[in-house]
Structures are given as C-alpha cells and as structure tokens.
C-alpha cells in the first residue's frame, strides 16, 4: 500500500472500520479485502484533492496580497496532526523589508474566543467547572440587570452569546479605559433580551464566563491558558498577554487604510477583553491547535483536553443566524461559529478582527481531517475568509464554486463604515447661535458611562470622560448641538457623534446604542 495513504489512514481516519465509515463506503463489516481496496483507493483520492488544493494555495494567496495591497499574510494548513502548508507573505511593517514567515506573531482578535473555549474545556474534562456551571458560584459579584437572570447564568450561556446581553455590550467602555472588572461591574445597567432565546455577540459577557473559569482554578486567565494549553501543546509563540506580544522580535504592526494605503495604526492593546480577543501567535503554533481539534483533544498520541469536554464546545448551542435563500442557518457552539459547508460536512472556525489593524480566521472541516488559519495585520477587509472558502471549494469540488470575494468583501466594509447620523448631512447655514459657554459647562453624571466634565477651553468645549480621561473636543452644529468625532477600535475614520444638549441633560449620540447616553448634570 502507499505510504501516503497508510499516513493518511492512520492519521485522519484511525483506519479500519473508522476510515470505512467516514467515507460512506459499502462493505464495512468484517475488514474484506474489497472493503480494504475501496477504502484505499479513496483515501488516495482524498490525498490528491488536497495535494492538487495545496498547490493552488500560493497563487491564491498572492493574487489576494496584489488585489488588496495588505502588509502581511500568514497561511497554514494541518491534515490530521501533521502540518502540510504553512508560509508567510509580505511585510511585518508596511515600506519595509522586515518579511512575514510561519513563525511570525500576530494578533488573533476574536479567534481567541475559540482558543479560549479549549482552556474552558480543559478544565470541565478536569471536573473543576462544568459548561453549566453558574457564573456566580465562583464570581459573586458579577450581576446583570434581571436578578433571576444573573442567579441562572451559566458559563455556558455566556460563552454561547445567549444571556440576553446586547451586541457588543461594554466594548465602548473598555474604549474609555476603563479595565476588565469595571466594565464586568457596569453591564448590570443594560437591558437584556430573552434570556437563552435570544442571540447577541458580546466579547465582555463571554469574558466574564471566563473570568469565572480562572477564578475556580485559582489564577489569572493568561497563566491558566499557558498551563493548559500553550504550553501543553508547545506554542511557544503564544500568549494571553500584550506585553508578551510586544517583546516578540518577529512580530507585525497592525495597519489602517488611509488614502488608499495601508499605514501602521494605532497600538491595539485588549487585555481588559483577554479571553475574547487577547492571544497572539504564528500560523505555526496555531496550527498545533487546529492539529489537536482535530484530533478530538489529542495532540501526536497526547490527550491535551477531554473529547467530552470538548464536543459541545463545536456543536450547536445558539441560532446565531436563520437561514435565507439557498444560505444554511448559522450556529454558535460555546466559542466557536458552528456550521456546514457548500458541500454538505460539518465545519466549526472563527473570525477575528480589530479594526486597528487585524484580520484572521480559521476554519475546520473534521471529515477531510483538514483545518486551515489565516492571519493579517491589517484591519479586517475579508482576506482570510475568502482564502478559507477558496481552499476548501477546491478540497471538497476540485474548482472554486463562487464569487467569495464580491460575497465577503462588501459585508467587511458595512461593518467599517463610519458611524453617526450627521455624516453627509449639511450644516444648517446660518447655524442657530449656542448659549453662552458656561450653560453647558460642568459635571454630568450617568451610571453606565461614568462622570462626564464639560469643560470650557480655548473660547470652546471639550467633554472629558473615562478613567484615562478621553477629551473630546467640541465643534458647534447648530444650537444646543454641538459635534465631536472618534477614532478607535469601535469608531471607524470619519465617524461624527452629536452632543446634544437640553437643559441639565446632554446625550451622546455614539455613547447612546443601549439608550443609555444621557448624562444628567450634577445636584439636578
């Protein structure tokens, strides 16, 4: 027999009646010989089809660097717990020569959520959580609005989206500077949706899960994710911790698009959100992951978590979408997007993105014993999706079956879309006048948001507010209307918020998508 394919029976398969099976192949009782021959005729087939994808790869990827003119790139590719592709592309830092390889680091964004949920596993394999376990049992202080709610919350529930937070809630906060359990501490003033019934992603909500998680085991999340998983799995280039990404020499620069050209961008820094977004790593490191995903827990004959434990992680806990058109539902397991593909097999992967800089994915079909991870240092335009769906078109159909690019691309640009209803809008000319300087000036105070200071400057305004304190000059609409504008991780460029005054209340518009950017002034 080749030796390929015995590799890849071993590997993938188990061989046997396993490989028989898989494969839907007739005559799988009792080992015959013309079920052996069947088998290992397919899986050489299977071989060549991901053979005749890897070499495809690279003119995939090069033809997405010129398309797009990203910095940087980084591809790898596992079948079983070997792997087969991994290269990197372009630079580290935009105008320089500093190239990219397999072992360079970058930024994972929301992909560590999936990562994340391997460290929960671990632990409930060990017995110390359980996925319904309450949040509360081992982190008593964290409440939501609805007392019955936060007395039911599970790990579980958080890490699946479905507490009935909103989207994204407690993201603008950590923008303020405000750190982890503060903005734990200020979700309780948000109104929530049906409880297990409803479906809004929140990085803050599945960082309070794990909050919990690291608390039971008596550490902080970093370390535990070290101990069980990186170091286990010996990703030595994988971490937690900003600080550790920034002492890496063979690390990326995060890059925004300005003008039409990717520059470097301002410092991405997500620790208050560490088990959402935090970990940083090469393509090679993570390719060990996708190794040990695959292989149910085991990574090259080594049990790193339990299969058990693991399961429900990668299976459907939450509708994340309804299906539309000839688009199958979507499903989100406990940190991991959960669905099928055009071919009709199981897939479970992840996105990431920090809009200062960041775009990955990675994706896993566990019936062609194949995963895949792409990472970026841009702001996230689609690349690493596209090259996803790309490559397994060509695993599973020989040729690739749609236009990912004109299906994925326009999505990224909605969500990098500057925000605020006055954008495009005309000034009214003339403007009515604003009262005098020192009506609005002053404290205001909002429970959600903090204390905002109104403070005169320069025959001006300027709010200040947040732990940091973020300043925010104010620019004249038109009466009691004033402007400002935002650049950070959750204000794409061009974004415009008004500031609306009305007697002791200002409301601002860009603090005000959970209705709660009402500032009310001091002694009112």
């Known amino acids: 027999m080749n030796s390929a394919v015995q590799q890849r029976r071993r590997i993938v398969l188990g061989g046997g009646l396993a490989a028989c099976w898989l494969l839907g192949l007739g005559g799988c009782g009792g080992g015959g010989s013309n079920a052996g021959l069947a088998a290992d005729l397919a899986l050489a087939a299977e071989e060549a089809k991901l053979r005749a994808a890897l070499d495809q790869l690279d003119g995939l990827a090069i033809a997405m660097m010129k398309e797009t003119g990203l910095p940087g790139l980084a591809v790898a590719v596992v079948h079983g717990d070997q792997t087969v592709y991994a290269k990197g592309f372009g630079t580290r830092v935009a105008g320089t020569n500093a190239p990219v390889d397999a072992d360079t680091v970058f930024q994972l964004a929301s992909m560590s959520k999936s990562l994340g ?7 409930v394999g060990l017995g110390a959580v359980a996925w319904d376990t309450p949040v509360r049992r081992h982190l008593p202080w964290f409440e939501l609005a609805d007392r019955a709610v936060s007395a039911q919350l599970t790990i579980g529930d958080l890490y699946a989206h479905r507490s009935g937070l909103p989207d994204h809630a407690g993201d603008r906060l950590e923008d303020m500077g405000y750190d982890q359990q503060q903005v734990l501490q200020r979700l309780r003033h948000l109104a929530l949706d049906t409880f297990r019934k409803s479906y809004h992603y929140t990085n803050f909500g599945l960082t309070g899960a794990a909050a919990a998680v690291a608390a039971a085991a008596g550490t902080d999340w970093a370390t535990l994710s070290e101990q069980t998983l990186y170091g286990p799995l010996g990703m030595r280039r994988t971490s937690s911790r900003f600080a550790d990404f920034q002492t890496r020499s063979n690390r990326v620069v995060g890059h925004i698009k300005i003008d039409g050209a990717w520059v ?40 790193i978590v339990d299969a058990a434990a693991l399961q429900p992680a990668v299976s459907p806990q939450a509708l994340s979408s309804p299906a ?38 990675f994706m896993v079909v566990p019936a062609t014993g194949v995963g895949m991870v792409a990472l970026t240092n841009a702001s996230p335009i689609g690349v690493p999706e596209i090259l996803e769906q790309q490559f397994f078109d060509l695993l599973q159909f020989g040729a690739i079956q749609r236009p990912w690019e004109q299906i994925i691309m326009p999505a990224f640009e909605a969500m990098s879309a500057p925000e605020g209803s006055l954008i495009g809008a005309a000034q009214p000319k003339p403007p009515r006048p604003p009262q005098n300087m020192s009506a609005y000036a002053g404290r205001y105070d909002n429970a959600y948001h903090g204390p905002l200071q109104v403070v005169a400057e320069s025959g001006g305004l300027a709010l200040v507010l947040g732990p940091a304190p973020l300043r925010l000059p104010l620019t004249h609409w038109d009466g009691d209307v004033f402007t400002f504008t935002l650049f950070n991780e959750n204000a794409a460029p061009g974004t415009l918020s008004k500031a609306s005054f009305a007697g002791n209340r200002v409301t601002l518009e860009y603090y005000d998508r959970e209705q709660l950017g009402t500032f009310l002034r001091a002694g009112a």
């Open 117 to 123: 949920a391997t460290v929960v596993a671990h632990q």
């Open 264 to 303: 470097p961008g301002p410092v991405r820094m997500p620790d208050a959100q560490a088990p959402a977004a935090s970990i940083s790593a090469s393509v090679n490191d993570v390719a060990r992951w996708l190794s040990m995903m695959l292989g149910r827990g085991v990574f090259q004959g080594t049990r």
């Open 324 to 361: 539309s058109g000839d688009r199958p539902a979507g499903h989100y397991g406990y940190g991991f997007n959960v669905g099928t593909t055009a071919a009709g097999l199981s897939s479970f992967g992840h996105s990431g993105g920090f809009l200062l800089g960041t775009g990955t994915a």
